[in-house]
């Protein structure tokens, strides 16, 4: 009984309680209860995005002050990174979709996601004071021109303040975090709205996600030098947090600490994860293009020659980086893409729209355990060129 009190009090764990008793309990809760519920989730998401620019600003400062000599290297060696990945995902995509059979099928126009839809006993947001993203460009420029020492108290207390939030406040509250938003699947019947809407592609994109991330996990756990177990266990907070909030940003606490625990590297993780969490999306990059090429097929276009899906490919990566980090949000961003390099129509969008909307859950979660094991890469990748920046650096400095 000793060695099961670890996982026993593991967030893993209490997770995977939660959902157990979510699905459990929901057809003998009331619907006042189901709603209660939920606005509860709601409300702690609010809570959590009310402290977003907090969290990065003092993730980012801290990290940057602890590797300001190589802040420089590690912006470009990241924007070349994320650019990599992204572009292969996306021609990986339209490479794979070709060869996908789609079998043609009926549009069901019947299928109303917003039908019979749990709606929050209450619901409110809090006014944003400041965007993530500005308080991401703050923290670098903060980090970049101030004297080291007079900074580094500073960069501590944020941090300590940030990680004071989340271990003594939001973690414990994670539970019922999870909780309304797995009650809202299942009283929505999100998987079985998914699967009733196109099976077939809907199984083959997440046949593609799960492979392509199987690979680099496999990878990412030769690099980390751990147990598969070990990786794996810390990937499920933040996969579970994206899987039921729909949203990469809401999942960003935990996968800072996913992160950390995997490179052991607060440093890295603290500062890559925030810059990468809305721009570096797998799960995204396989997807929309897979999409983007069922809706061709399904509306008798014919498929993009490499020239014309090339541009679609680059314009998808610098659309990218405007960052959507919200339920529904890539696709939003993307429309304007489809139409001017892809050729898309109204009813083509709206129908990739609501098919995108459907697969929000299993895209988000598939971005974020991507992006937790891009992380891995990057920071073997990092050390390697820092370390080589280094040896030349003492080379050119040493006496003949």
Known sequence: MPKLQPIIRSLSFRLLITIVLAFWLVDFMPARMQQFFYAIS??????????????????VFFAFVKIRGHAFLLAVLLLISIVSSNLFSVILAGT??????????????????QADLLVPLWQFSFPKLISSHNALLLAFILAMFSAQKSILHVAKGTEQCANFFLKKIFLPLLPFFIFGFIIKMVHDHMIGRLLSFYPQAVLAMIGLLASYEILLFCGSVFLARQSPVIVGRNLLPPAIAAFTTMSSAAALPFSIKAAEQNTRNQEIASSVMPLTVNIH?????????????????????????????????????????????????????????LEKTLGFNPEMIALITIFYMIMDPITTSGNVIGNNLFVIYFHKLFQHVAQWVETRREE???PN
């Open 96 to 113: 794979v979709s070709r060869w996908m059979v789609f079998q043609e099928v009926p549009f069901q126009n019947t299928i109303d996601i």
């Open 42 to 59: 709601l409300s702690l998401k609010e809570l959590l995005l009310l402290m977003m620019p907090l969290i990065v600003f003092s993730s």
């Open 281 to 337: 999306m797998i799960g995204d990059a396989l997807c929309i293009p897979s999409m983007a090429m069922l809706m061709l097929a399904l509306f008798g276009y014919p498929m993009p020659s490499i020239n014309q899906y090339a541009v679609f490919a680059l314009s998808f990566v610098i659309t990218k980086f405007s960052g959507a980090g919200v339920p529904g949000g890539s696709i939003l961003i993307m429309i304007p893409v």
């Open 396 to 398: 050119r400095t040493a």
